[in-house]
């Protein structure tokens, strides 16, 4: 069955400090995967897209690479502040946009 | 404000009750999305409308239902309830091209006592 895994365990990082997340997948084809970020009680928020034939997307302090080879993708916070402490999801999405879905998300942590 | 509204905020209802959330997609969204998020879990697919249409569904109960009306609002309803069907249900939109994020609402929670 399809199945998504990303770090089950808390990220804990200094300000200042890259946040490396992963997000590996089996048994899934996807066309493109999503990054979102969710604060506790609340709704995720959609950040960053990267498609199949794409291998890496920047938005500003956010990058994202993806490998369909490993099935993998990684998701980078450059110079990581307190405010970006947050659980980071992704999620895997199929050609024509249907059935989405989504890995258990990492927590992150950022130290002042 | 993402632009999606959902209705209820909160809903503490009896096991056996049935319960009806709504949700209205972003302006020019026509794809509609139902998920499930139990305490500590990730979200769970339940089902995908687009322009009225179903389009994908998930590990949905038969308990459950949805629909899409012309207006292109969602309803999805919940009977029979039992306590494990307590969770946060959000409501997400997509505009018609693909390749787009998903805008979520701020989700229903249920609460089965």
């Known amino acids: 069955s399809q199945k998504i895994e990303q770090n089950s365990e808390a990220l804990n990082i200094q300000e200042g400090k890259t946040a490396t997340l992963t997000c590996n997948y089996t048994n899934y084809s996807p066309a493109y995967l999503q990054w979102y970020r969710q604060d506790p009680g609340r709704g995720p928020v959609f950040l960053l897209l990267?498609?199949?034939?794409?291998k890496e997307k920047r938005k500003e302090r956010l990058k994202v690479t993806f490998d369909t080879t490993l099935k993998q993708s990684l998701f980078h916070i450059t110079a990581s502040q307190p405010a970006d402490s947050a659980t980071y999801l992704c999620?895997?999405?199929?050609?024509?946009?249907?059935?989405?879905?989504f890995g258990a998300g990492t927590r992150l942590f950022v130290k002042a | 404000d993402s632009g999606v509204t959902q209705t209820p905020k909160h809903l503490i209802t009896a096991t056996g009750q049935r319960v009806t959330l709504r949700c209205s997609p972003r302006?020019?969204?026509?794809?509609v999305y139902w998920y499930q998020q139990s305490l500590d879990q990730g979200l769970q697919f339940l089902i995908q409308?687009?322009?009225?249409?179903?389009?994908a569904k998930g590990n949905i109960l038969e308990r459950f239902s949805a629909q899409q009306f012309p207006d292109l609002h969602s309803e999805l309803n919940l009977s029979s309830l039992e306590l494990g069907d307590s969770a946060l249900y959000f409501c997400?939109?997509?505009?018609?091209?693909?390749?787009?994020?998903?805008?979520f609402g701020s989700g229903t929670r249920l609460t089965v006592v």
């Open positions: 999620a895997l999405v199929h050609t024509g946009g249907f059935k989405t879905i």
């Open positions: 409308y687009y322009n009225g249409e179903e389009r």
């Open positions: 302006s020019g969204d026509l794809s």
């Open positions: 997400a939109s997509s505009p018609p091209s693909e390749g787009y994020g998903y805008t």
């Open positions: 990267i498609r199949e034939n794409e």
